[in-house]
């Protein structure tokens, strides 16, 4: 059973705004590294934003910084991503991800798919101009 399942995506025009939500099972949200990743065909996975669920710390690439938020709650187990003032380069499916139990955010290697362990099915996101 893949422990991680997301929603929210859709369509939208540039400048509007979305929330992606990754739902975990309950025995399996612990502290760990949990990610934002997006891909456009043909790309290779860019990591959008993470988030250490054991003290909240978030990291952001240059590229949403400002625009999206990475939040958890954890009473839910489920990772949000808020994402606000959409682009159409934006345009991506988006793919939650997990590290194995204890990984760390701050790791230089988390901004790499191959540090995940686990991830969803994807869900697309489209941005019109």
């Known amino acids: 059973q893949v422990p991680l399942l997301e929603s929210g995506g859709g369509s939208v025009q540039a400048g509007g705004s979305l929330r992606l939500s990754c739902a975990a099972s309950g025995y399996f949200y612990s502290d760990r590294c949990m990610a934002w990743f997006r891909q456009i065909p043909g790309q290779e996975r860019e990591a959008v934003a993470r988030?250490?669920?054991?003290?909240?710390?978030?990291y952001y690439a240059d590229s949403v910084k400002g625009r999206f938020t990475i939040s958890q709650d954890k009473a839910k187990s489920t990772v949000y991503l808020q994402m606000n003032s959409l682009k159409p380069e934006d345009t991506a499916v988006y793919y939650c991800?997990?590290?194995?139990?204890?990984?760390?955010?701050?790791?230089?290697?988390?901004?790499?798919?191959?540090?995940?362990?686990?991830w969803g099915q994807g869900t697309q996101v489209t941005v019109s101009s």
């Open positions: 988030i250490y669920t054991g003290v909240d710390t978030t």
């Open positions: 991800a997990a590290t194995s139990p204890g990984d760390v955010c701050l790791s230089a290697r988390a901004g790499r798919s191959d540090y995940y362990r686990y």
